[in-house]
């Protein structure tokens, strides 16, 4: 029996499953989110993503929640191994302090064995710099790799199946 990926997903994926403002990313996380329903991934969010969805205002902030709910996912509770990680991702250069909530998202799914962290946030998540920064932490660390996409990497081709 293969152990399903895990898959960590940060306060974007969630927010663009309303993001009217947005209508073709929302639809494009709208499909990935069917297959996140299908319980093929192991889903992870941290209490990070928790804090962040609590600063929206209503009706938003009902509507990501009960989307969220339609998902079977694991809640890292994040600590000071998160911190101390986080401050590491900034000290290597790889992201500025003002992108701590986002060094924290990054250490979370790293110390929990993610396998992939989804993200639409391009500006810190989802780039080459964030993607080589974080491969050579984990490599000196000692941590498995993790990969960084956009939600879409996980839409496969259904003639594949």
Same mark, same amino acid.
């Given at each position: 029996?293969?152990?399903?990926?895990?898959?960590?997903l940060d306060t974007s994926i969630?927010?663009?499953?309303?993001?009217?403002? #947005?209508?073709?990313?929302?639809?494009?996380?709208?499909? =990935?989110?069917?297959?996140?329903?299908?319980?093929?991934?192991?889903?992870?969010?941290?209490?990070? =993503?928790l804090e962040e969805l609590g600063?929206?205002?209503?009706?938003?902030?009902?509507?990501?929640?009960?989307?969220?709910?339609?998902?079977?996912?694991?809640?890292?509770?994040?600590?000071?191994?998160?911190?101390?990680? #986080?401050?590491?991702?900034?000290?290597?250069?790889?992201?500025?302090r003002k992108s701590f909530d986002?060094?924290?998202?990054?250490?979370?799914?790293?110390?929990?064995?993610?396998?992939?962290?989804?993200?639409?946030?391009?500006?810190?998540? =989802?780039? =080459?710099?964030?993607?080589?920064?974080?491969?050579?932490?984990?490599?000196?660390?000692?941590?498995?790799?993790?990969?960084?996409?956009?939600?879409? #990497?996980?839409?496969?081709?259904?003639?594949?199946?």
């Amino acid at each position: 029996m293969s152990k399903k990926i895990k898959v960590y997903l940060d306060t974007s994926i969630i927010s663009y499953t309303d993001q009217q403002d #947005a209508p073709e990313k929302m639809l494009e996380t709208k499909e =990935v989110w069917e297959i996140l329903r299908s319980g093929k991934y192991d889903i992870y969010i941290s209490d990070i =993503v928790l804090e962040e969805l609590g600063k929206c205002g209503e009706p938003k902030l009902s509507i990501l929640i009960s989307h969220l709910e339609e998902l079977k996912y694991h809640i890292i509770e994040t600590n000071e191994n998160t911190v101390d990680l #986080a401050e590491k991702i900034i000290d290597f250069g790889v992201l500025k302090r003002k992108s701590f909530d986002d060094c924290r998202h990054i250490a979370a799914a790293i110390l929990s064995g993610c396998d992939i962290i989804v993200s639409w946030n391009f500006k810190h998540l =989802v780039n =080459v710099k964030t993607v080589r920064g974080i491969k050579v932490i984990t490599t000196l660390e000692g941590f498995k790799d993790i990969l960084i996409y956009p939600p879409t #990497a996980l839409l496969e081709d259904e003639e594949d199946d």
